[in-house]
């Protein structure tokens, strides 16, 4: 008997695509994160850190949860304040989906959406900046603060990856995420380069956002991107990033439900082309393993609604065969992304970010992890 819906979280199963993988390539496994009970893998950070935070006494009974998110995060956060009794505040932006907006306040959650864009075209400061000022004045508040807490990439390292590595471990070549706060691609590539180093970690990104370095723009893929790179995030551990455009991602998550029978999101749908790609590059024993972080419902509006599509300019349309002559033709952004980190150390004083984060950051970059001789980050 399970005796909440938050011990539901996590172990996701691996699909394999039969439809759209060659046999004279190597093997692409979909991590289908959206049998997650939230609908997304942000169920994985957040129950992480909100455990964390009661275990350390940061977060008590009739306390307020405060959190930055553009949708998924946010959600989870909502479902787990459900369950557990807390108040719980999201700060969204313009691009959140009206049906995330209905998800967080089916869940109970009060939603801000915060409006005023950033100095990067963005509003993932402006965002961070209102929650840390709210909780400075909400009394018994916490802040989860995905992007600046580094145990967002623990959570990974200690679930995700590990999950990833019992299901595949001498077979997997290659693992593929998309970033945005930078927990999943941090968490899991610190996994693979301690425990599986030959593995090559890639991280696929918008075209329009700096986390790999470049200019910033606006751009439409939701949960991915950010207008620096993010702590979570070593990038010595990445070998190769792509950066996709709009378009692909949106019409590659279409076609997966159309082909597949598999409903993504549109930075699944990025993450899946260059999934693609890397598979025309190895043999049938090589696996590809590529996270699909939520599901497409959330996108019923945007990404599935040809009206929608038509709007922006893009195709409403693509076969398999054409969605593998994309990912053909796709060059990397960087093959050593290293090179291209654009850290923004001041920005944790500039959005004040809280003691509390800095705290736990502290500790785990001090901590050493006796089993294995190694420090997390
Ligand atoms: C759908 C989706 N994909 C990818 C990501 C990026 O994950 P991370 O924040 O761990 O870098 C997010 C984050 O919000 C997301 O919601």
């Known amino acids: 008997m399970i005796t909440s819906i938050l011990e539901t979280i996590g172990n996701t199963p691996l699909i394999t695509i039969p439809n759209t993988n060659k046999a004279n390539e190597g093997q692409v496994l979909f991590k289908y994160e959206r049998f997650n009970p939230g609908g997304s893998i942000k169920d994985r950070p957040a129950i992480y850190i909100i455990n964390e935070a009661e275990r350390r006494g940061l977060l008590k009974p009739g306390g307020t949860i405060i959190e930055s998110s553009s949708g998924n995060f946010g959600i989870s956060l909502a479902m787990i304040g459900a369950a557990k009794g807390y108040r719980v505040i999201i700060l969204v932006d313009p691009k959140t989906t009206s049906t995330n907006l209905a998800l967080l306040k089916c869940f109970g959650a009060e939603v801000i959406v915060v409006t005023e864009q950033d100095d990067c075209g963005s509003y993932h400061k402006t965002r961070i900046s209102l929650a840390n000022k709210l909780a400075q004045e909400i009394a018994n508040s916490y802040r989860p603060d995905q992007c600046f807490n580094l145990l967002n990439s623990e959570a990974h390292f200690n679930s995700t990856a590990r999950e990833i590595m019992e299901m595949c471990s001498n077979t997997l070549a290659v693992f593929i995420t998309a970033v945005s706060t930078g927990g999943q691609l941090g968490g899991i590539s610190k996994y693979l380069k301690t425990f599986a180093p030959d593995v090559q970690v890639i991280g696929v990104d918008a075209v329009g956002s700096a986390i790999f370095g470049g200019h910033t723009d606006s751009y439409l893929i939701p ?155």
């Open 223 to 377: 949960g991915v991107g950010l207008g620096w790179t993010p702590v979570n995030l070593n990038m010595a551990n990445i070998d190769r990033a792509y950066k996709i455009t709009d378009e692909q991602a949106f019409l590659t998550a279409r076609a997966f439900a159309r082909h597949e029978g598999i409903l993504m999101g549109p930075s699944s749908g990025a993450c899946a082309l260059v999934a693609l790609k890397l598979a025309q590059e190895l043999t049938p024993d090589k696996r590809v393993v590529c996270m699909i972080s939520d599901g497409g419902e959330r996108y019923i509006q945007t990404l599935f609604n040809d009206e929608w599509m038509e709007q922006q300019g893009f195709a409403t349309a693509a076969d398999i065969e054409t969605i593998r002559t994309m990912a053909g033709q796709l060059q990397p952004w960087s093959t050593c992304p290293a090179d291209s980190a654009n850290y923004r150390s001041d920005l944790i004083d500039g959005l004040e970010v809280p003691d509390s984060t800095l705290q736990i950051n502290s500790e785990i970059l001090n901590r050493v992890d006796y089993h294995q001789g190694i420090r997390f980050l």
